[in-house]
């Protein structure tokens, strides 16, 4: 059974920190391009990642708008991708989502929220003073 959780959410001031964790279970995971998506309050979640990793971590994502702020890594022996969200920005405040999808494409960027198998139930993170 597949299981993907994410942990790491909270409430960070303007500015702060905040490293996000996806934990996975049930699927091979050296084999599945990883995204990072958001849904912001009393917005649908967005269509395409803000972040994503292949397994080989030959290509990062990285939405545009983050400005160098994001970063993703992933722990394969683990079964783990991390995003490490640096200089947060009330604009960020949404539920973050770790999504699966079963391809070893060097390039992840081009996949949609829908090509993605496996979701996991969101971490809240509220960027707030």
């Known amino acids: 059974q597949v299981h993907i959780v994410e942990t790491g959410g909270g409430l960070v001031q303007p500015g702060g920190s905040l490293r996000l964790a996806c934990a996975t279970s049930?699927?091979?995971?050296?084999?599945?391009?990883i995204g990072w998506f958001r849904q912001a309050p009393g917005k649908e979640r967005e269509g395409t990642s803000v972040?994503?990793?292949?397994?080989?971590?030959?290509?990062?994502y990285y939405e545009s708008f983050l400005e160098g702020r994001f970063h993703i890594s992933r722990d394969n022996a683990k079964n783990t991708v991390y995003l490490q969200m640096n200089n947060l920005k009330p604009e960020d405040t949404a539920t973050y989502y770790c999504?699966?999808?079963?391809?070893?494409?060097?390039?992840?960027?081009?996949?949609?929220?829908?090509?993605?198998?496996?979701w996991g139930q969101g971490t809240q993170v509220t960027v707030s003073s």
């Open positions: 049930g699927f091979t995971f050296e084999n599945y391009i």
């Open positions: 999504a699966a999808l079963d391809s070893s494409y060097r390039y992840c960027a081009g996949y949609v929220a829908k090509s993605y198998n496996y």
């Open positions: 972040s994503c990793i292949s397994p080989g971590e030959e290509i990062p």
